[in-house]
Each structure stands twice: as C-alpha cells, then as structure tokens.
C-alpha cells in the first residue's frame, strides 16, 4: 500500500500546484477551460435537456415519467400491492437465518438510499417549490410513487443478470443485464447499449456524482468558515476519498454509513417537530398543495409550471430509471431476484414522498414564500416565488429550519457535506462498475478508475465550471435513456418473475423463516 | 442416549477455560457429546458501502474459515484427542440468541461459556454476551470464571 501512496502523491502535488494556478489566475484559465468544455458538450446538454417545442418542459423529464407510468401499470402498480411484503422483507421475515452473514435487504436499501438522499432533497426541493410553488410537491409525489415502479423494475434485471464470480464478488448493474437480457431474448444490440450505458455512467459518476458534490460541499464550508481557496476542500476531500476507495480504510467508510442515516433521521425528525408545532396550519398547506397543483396560485407558467418542477425534482433526486440503484442493490445474495426489486421499491417513497415532501411542507408551513393578501396569490419576481428572507435554494430551507431552531443551519451544513461525502463513495463504485465492465475485472484498471476519481474530486471543487456540471447532470440523465431502453425490452422478464414470485407466494410454498420457526418450536 | 453440552468460545484464554471444564464435565459425564459453537457478531441492520456489499460473502466465507482454522478446528481435535466425541459450528449473528438457538437446536442438556470478557461502555450500556446468554437461555447455562 506504501508503494501505491508514492506513486500517488507527486499526482496530488501536481494537482495542487494546477489548482492553485487556476486560483491565481484570478478565473482565466477558468474562463477559457469552461468557454472549450461548453462549445464540445453543449449540444449534448441542449440534447438532454431539450424542451417540447412550444413548452418549457424538458423532454428528458416526460420520458422519465412515462416509463415509471408504464412500468406502474404494467406491473399492475406493484407498488402498492407489495408495499407491506417489501417492508416485511427489510424486516427480514423472509430471511435464510442459514444466510446469516451475507448483505441483507435492509443493508442493500440502506446502501443505495446513502447514494440518493443528498443535496437534491435539501436544496432541489427548495429550487422546486421556489420556482413552481406549493403545487410542485404534488406533482414531486405523484413522480415519487410512480417511480418506484422503475426501480423495481430496474433492481430485480440487476440481481437476476448480475456477474457472480469464483472469488465470491459480484458485479451488477444496467450494463449487465441489457447486454445478457437481449442475447437471451435474442435481440440485437445489446453489447452497444452496454457500452454506451457504461460511457454515460462513468462520465456521470465523475460528475453529478463527483465534482457536483464537492462544489456543493465546498460551498457550505465556505458559507460558514468564510470564502477560501476551494482545491484546500477538495485535497482534504480527495485524500479522505482516496484513503477509502485506495487505502481501503473501512472505518472512515463505517463512520459515515452510520453518521448519514442519522443525520436524515435528524433531518426528518426536526422537520417532523416544525410541523407538529404549527399542526394548525397543515391542512391549509396541504390545501396550498392541491390547489397550486392545478391553478399554479400565480405561480410562472400556471399549473405546468408548478408540474414541471415537482416531475423534475422527484426525477432528479429519486433517480428511478436511471440504472444507479440497479447497480448497488444487485451484491444481496437472494435465490429470488424479484425480493430485491420490491425492497427497492421503497427507496422512492422515502427519498422522495417522505424526505422531499417534508422539505417542501416546512417551507410553505414556516411561510417563506410570501403571498399577496388581497388576491391570495404568491408574488412572483424574474419566475421565482419572492421568498421572505429573499434567499434560494439551500439557503431558503436552511432559513424555514432556522425559523423554528436558530441551531440548525449549522447541522443542515453538516448534513449537506456529509450527504455529499457518501454519494461520492456511492458514485465511486457506481462509476467503477461501469468502469471494470468496460475495462477488465483487474486491480491495474480499478487502480486507474479511482485515482481518476480522486483528481476530479479537486476539480469539482476548485473551480466553478458550470458547463462541466451541466454536462454530468446530463450525463446522468442520459444513463436513464439507455437504460429504460433496456427495461423496455426486458421487461417481459421481470413480469414473468414477479408471477413466479407471487404463485408461491400465494401458495405458501415462499413462507416466513419466523413462522417456520414457530411451527417447529410447538412440534 | 448420549447428552449433548454445547461450549461457546471466543477465541480468547477465557474460553479455553469454558473449553477445559467442558472437557471435564464429559469425562465425568461419559459418553456425551461436544458442540463447539463460535458466533461472529453480526447484525443485518448496520451500514456498509456498496464496495463492502459486493465483497460481503467474500468476506463472510473468509471470516468462517479463519474462525474454524483458529478456534473451532483446535478445539474440537483436542476434544477427540482426549478420545471425547465433539464437533464444531461457527455462525454470524448475536452471540447470545444464537448460542442458545443451537442449544434448543441441538436438544443440549447445558451450555458452558467463559466470563465475558467484553467490558467498558459497550458492557454498561449493552450488557455482555454472556449475561444476555444468562438471562435468556433456554436450557441451563454454566459460566465458567
């Protein structure tokens, strides 16, 4: 391990000495990089995020939407039907006690929720409700819980279609079950799809993933330490990164899969006391909610604005469809991969219906967004609502919490750097998949990956290249495309499983361990 | 019929202490059988990257051969060399629920375990192994000082 930190650390040098120069260049080079990178890759994020002619409503957004309808109805809204079996099986009512040991349905939720519970259910839905008022949670809901038809749909391909191999490891994903999916269906192009699946992932995992993260959590810092050069942030970040994924330092890893779950509890539990202190006024937010969701109450764009955004917001922060989840739920070692899709099912409905909704709700409950009194609409300025203390994004759900706790701004910043510090681990891995799919199962080609990573962590975080953002947003969002690709074509697969699943289920032939171990006890 | 005892060990000097009155007790006894059980703490509901889930049955395959090879193996060749019938399990889970499940399991007479050798916070807070084993066991226990 010695060897491999003297070969890395004239790579950090360098990289230090780079963005320093970027610093002390006062934004020229910045400029000019940013200005390149913009001219090679906008037409591709004009591509993405292209809207419907006529409408401001971006294209991406409604093909996310109609597959989780799709999937919903195809599905016969498994989500709802299998909502009770999906937390019996986190319980672990349905587990193998002989399987003691390997990663159970709760580790594998706990592990894909860490990747998607972030910057997008504090800040986003702050931007959603900023833009589309109160009326954009409802369509954020409804986007919610259609969405968990896609991840189910997406998490059972990846566990049936995952590589398990001769060591014990396994690799899953969208990549792996497009291309063994379509040669088992006997279609063309699945290897293509795979590769170019492969391509958006790593290329989003370094982004939106990555350099996204840690600006974001830069920014935090220095909005309470003050301003400072951000390549100091990403260097600690890098070496904190690198000393997980290289070094291998599980405690450094442990620490944070334990402080990110509690710090949403945190999150959940403050927003829960907000609400319940002002219990008066949730059934008139509520009423904002409805009535918004289809007037726009004065909202920009009326009742279309109000839906663009909350579509927008549940897409972009629940990333059903997007193949990530498949990716990190297929290492649960199930003989039914059906089990693992309908866990999953519940990562939407708590990142987005629980998480989003109560950001939303203690905005409009703690009155940021100020309405007009005489004709009870909200006054809008330049598109956004005009908020109380005149703050956007993370800043206005961090002034709705400060409202009520004065504390808690410095808790929302801890919170948010944490969030980033593991979606980075999550993308790292995500990244990497796509990576070793593309490169080889070796140690020389993950090595490679993951410096790669680490340098870009500096990036993200000392330079502010928006088109270099706005490229990995829509690289993400590009993952989704070939991936519901595949789903569509396989899905016939996943239907054939889940009436499997549900035979037994039915039958008795799949029955509780803990019932089992009743009925022997009383023999 | 012969009488199974089961013995939970640690790995550490106190359970060859558990080990070595066990080994007693069978000779007193005569013609019973030794049940050398190892438990990996282990719980479903902790947090793990999703590095640490694709290695996790790596690990665990890892973690029961270390266990048989260092504890259990020894053990349980050290109980036949004395001409004593034993073998030997390792599981992952809570010690003391487990320790006790392969006890009802097996129809055991007894369960000999070492003095906990756990001790500080975790102890006060969590209480040990072996008074949870105490407190709950369904078949009688003997702790082994």
């Known amino acids: ?523 | 019929m012969s009488a199974t005892l089961i013995v939970g060990l640690d790995g550490t000097e106190s359970g060859n202490r558990a080990l070595a009155y066990a080994k007693k007790l069978a000779n007193l006894i005569g013609g019973c059988e030794l049940l050398v059980v190892y438990v990996i703490e282990w719980s479903p509901y902790t947090f793990q990257t999703a590095e640490e889930n694709s290695q996790r049955h790596k690990r665990r395959e890892e973690e029961i051969s270390m266990a048989m090879e260092r504890v259990i193996d020894p053990a349980v060749t050290s109980l036949k060399a004395d001409g004593i019938n034993a073998r030997g399990i390792v599981r992952h889970g809570d010690v003391a629920e487990l320790i006790d499940a392969v006890a009802v399991e097996e129809k055991a007479e007894q369960i000999i375990v070492a003095r906990s050798s756990e001790g500080g916070f975790v102890k006060r807070v969590f209480g040990t192994a072996t008074a949870n084993l105490v407190m709950h066991a369904s078949v009688p226990v003997t702790v082994v000082g």
């Open chain 1, 1 to 523: 391990m010695n060897k491999i930190f003297k070969i890395l650390m004239p790579v950090f040098a360098l990289m230090s000495t780079t963005t320093t120069a970027f610093a002390q260049e006062g934004g020229g080079l910045d400029a000019a990089i940013n200005t390149g990178f913009a001219a090679a890759t906008g037409w591709f994020v004009n591509f993405i995020f292209a809207p419907f002619p006529g409408t401001s409503f971006p294209w991406i957004v409604m093909w996310l939407v109609i597959a989780a309808s799709v999937f919903s109805l195809y599905f016969i809204f498994v989500q709802f039907r299998l909502f009770g079996h999906a937390i019996s099986l986190v319980k672990g009512d349905y587990s193998d006690p002989n399987d003691a040991g390997e990663v159970s349905h709760f580790q594998a939720l706990a592990t894909a929720l860490s990747g998607t519970v972030g910057l997008g259910n504090i800040a986003g839905v702050a931007v959603a409700v900023g833009i589309g008022g109160p009326g954009a949670t409802f369509w954020m809901i409804l986007a919610g819980l259609l969405g968990m038809a896609s991840k189910f749909t997406e998490c059972t391909l990846g566990v049936k279609y995952r590589n398990e191999y001769e060591d014990g490891t396994v690799s899953g994903g969208p990549m792996y079950y497009i291309s063994k999916g379509f040669t088992e269906r006997g279609l063309p192009g699945g290897k293509f799809l795979a590769i170019l699946f492969s391509v958006f992932c790593i290329l989003g995992a370094l982004g939106g993933g990555n350099m996204f993260q840690a600006n974001q959590a830069h920014a935090q810092i220095a909005g309470i330490v003050g301003d400072y050069p951000g390549w100091i942030t990403g260097i600690i970040f890098a070496g904190v990164v690198f000393a997980v994924i290289v070094g291998g330092i599980k405690s450094i890893a442990n620490v944070t899969e334990k402080v990110v779950p509690f710090m949403g509890v945190l999150y959940v539990g403050a927003a829960l006391v907000i609400l319940i202190m002002n219990a008066d006024q949730i059934g008139w937010a509520f009423g904002q909610i409805f009535e918004g969701a289809f007037t726009g109450l004065g909202v920009a764009g009326g009742f279309v604005g109000a839906l663009i955004q909350g579509f927008k917001r549940a897409a972009f922060s629940n990333e059903a469809g997007v193949g990530s989840a498949a990716i990190a739920h297929s290492a649960v070692r199930t003989k039914e991969p059906v089990t693992e899709g309908v866990v999953s099912l519940l990562e939407p409905f708590i990142d987005t219906v629980v998480i989003c909704t109560m950001t939303a709700l203690v905005i409009i409950i703690t009155g940021q967004l100020t309405v007009n009194p005489e004709t009870g609409n909200y006054i809008v300025e330049g598109g956004k609502i005009v908020t109380a203390t005149g703050v956007s994004g993370v800043a206005l759900t961090s002034a709705a919490f400060e409202s009520a706790f004065s504390w808690f701004p410095y808790v929302l910043a801890l919170a948010v750097i944490l969030f980033a510090f593991s979606t980075m681990l999550s993308w790292s891995y995500y990244g990497l998949k796509a990576w070793t799919y593309m490169f080889g199962e070796s140690k020389g080609a993950e090595l490679t990956f993951k410096v790669i990573f680490c340098i870009f962590i500096i990036i993200g975080a000392a330079a502010s290249l928006g088109p270099v953002i706005d490229f990995s947003d829509a690289a993400i969002f590009a993952m989704a495309v070939v991936n519901i690709t595949g789903l569509y074509f396989l899905m016939p697969i996943v239907k054939r499983e889940l009436n499997s699943y549900m035979a037994r289920l039915k039958s008795g032939e799949i029955k509780k361990f803990s019932d089992q171990a009743g009925k022997s006890a009383a023999e």
